[in-house]
């Protein structure tokens, strides 16, 4: 990346290519985890744990009656 001289060669990059497909097989796999909600029902949490992210994540999605919001 370093040594291109553009965008398009870094986009059009082989070794790219095939870590772009890798990260979207990992992405579909945890796609269909479950999530764990809370015992009122109003949150939900998907942990997700893979050797291609950089650090250990969790998402916390949530309706929250008072603020009419989803997070």
């Known amino acids: 990346m ?8 870094v986009a059009n990059n082989a070794f790219l290519k095939l870590c772009r497909l890798d990260v979207s097989q990992e992405t579909e796999k945890w796609a269909r985890t479950a999530p764990k909600f809370a015992a009122d029902g109003r949150v939900a949490v998907v942990t997700v744990d893979s050797g291609f992210q950089s650090k250990a994540s969790s998402w916390t999605f ?5 603020s009419q919001s989803i997070l």
């Open 2 to 9: 370093l040594q291109a001289d553009s965008a398009a060669q």
């Open 62 to 66: 949530g309706h929250f009656a008072d």
